[in-house]
């Protein structure tokens, strides 16, 4: 077993939690206004704990969305592929650890793409209607699981390189 196979899978799993965490929860966007509390997120917006799911979305939301479950795709893809290196299922045609820097990668890009629509967007759009409205703690999730893919993505090719020596 390489070295710096396991902190490698650590840091997939853990990157691939903090992405769930923020694509799945409704804090995204958080306010206070008239003695209201709410909160949105990608699928739903909620009003003193009563939630509701739009039928139609904003476009730069669909892309968020999309951007996202792209990038979740592609760290299931790396996390699928160091766990298989870790129990001893050997790929032939292709180096499983190549495959899972080039899948916390694509994670990475495809996320940051997701948050920086969203967040000039919101710059944009949300800002004028509603002046005392934050980022929630899922966007910061999400933000948070950019640096690990790509942090996954470069120890990877670290134990690679160690494993071609």
Known sequence: ML???IPSTVLALLSLLLLVAALSSEHWLEARRDGVFVHSGLWKICANSVCAMPLKLPDYIEATKTFLILGLLAGLLSAFSLL??????GLDT??????????SFSAGFCVLIALTVFTSEFAEVIKVTWPHISFGWSWGL??????????????TLLAQESNSI
């Open 94 to 103: 292709v180096s499983p650890l190549v495959v899972s820097a080039v899948g």
């Open 84 to 89: 298989a290196l870790l129990s001893g299922s």
């Open 142 to 155: 999400g933000w948070a699981s950019i640096p690990l893919f790509l942090l996954t993505g470069g120890v």
């Open 3 to 5: 070295p710096l196979q």
